[in-house]
């Protein structure tokens, strides 16, 4: 596992950026697992820069979102689908047909899963997922447990998570409690990871993964150890732990 640590969330979100970008011109077909979340709009901000100011070209990039909230309309801010929409996706040369982002809507879910994953698979796997991590060591919404799915699968949110979410909306109540997310498998087979983690709030998580050198499902983020090429890119509030 790589470990960059830069001085605040703006370094952070260029280098991220900068590490797409390098793998976007060497493949321009390339397939990128996408995050939501806070921490990654720094990184989607960078990459419009580079798509506006630099022609940084997506038109054969194909994408897939780790995950989306269930039965949540997508004109609600709080979709995954209007904020990839809203960051990302308008401000650059995607085509619309090579997006994909569950779809918590879907009239069968349990059969959307299965095909989320076959289409990953149709397309070659993913090449670069970025990931953020949740305060509990949740990756996408897999949420800490004794066994975690390996495939796109539905899934509970956690208390944790629902409160960490609840800032984006009115009241805790309006926090989905389900979601759809991609599996624990179909992240680890993706053939390059960057974990972005940002703010003390993510230090204690982070210092529990990389020094006690354990893995379990009950931080589902530690599974992250296993796989062959994993970047943590982190600022230093979120490195505090790590490096005491
Ligand atoms: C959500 C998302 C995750 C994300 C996590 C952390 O629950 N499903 O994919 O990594 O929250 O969010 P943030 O980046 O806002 O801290």
Do not use: W
């Amino acid at each position: 596992m790589k470990i960059i640590i830069k001085k605040d969330y703006e370094e952070l979100s260029k280098v991220a950026a900068s590490i797409i970008g390098d793998e976007l011109k060497s493949n321009p077909n390339m397939v990128l697992g996408l995050a939501t979340g806070s921490t990654p709009i720094g990184t989607y901000n960078e990459l419009i820069r580079m798509h506006k100011e630099e022609a940084l070209d997506f038109s054969k990039v194909v994408t897939f979102n780790l995950d989306e909230y269930l039965n949540i309309p997508y004109s609600n801010p709080n979709s995954y689908h209007y904020f990839m929409e809203d960051n990302l996706f308008k401000h650059i040369n995607v085509k619309a047909e090579n997006i994909h982002i569950p779809d918590g809507n879907a009239e069968n879910v349990e059969k959307f899963c299965i095909e989320y994953d076959k289409k990953i698979e149709e397309t070659g796997g993913i090449d670069l997922q970025i990931l953020g991590i949740g305060e509990n060591g949740h990756i996408a919404f897999n949420e800490p447990a004794p066994t975690l799915p390996l495939e796109t699968n539905i899934t509970e949110l956690t208390e944790s998570t629902i409160n960490a979410n609840s800032r984006f909306f009115d009241s805790i109540d309006e926090v989905p409690k389900k979601a759809i997310t991609m599996g624990i498998g179909s992240i680890m087979k993706s053939k390059k990871i960057l974990l972005l983690a940002n703010g003390e709030k993510k230090a204690d998580i982070i210092a529990k993964i990389l020094k006690n050198k354990v893995v379990t499902t009950h931080i589902p983020a530690s599974l992250l150890l296993l796989h062959p090429d994993v970047t943590i890119i982190m600022d230093e509030d979120a490195a505090k732990g790590y490096l005491e």
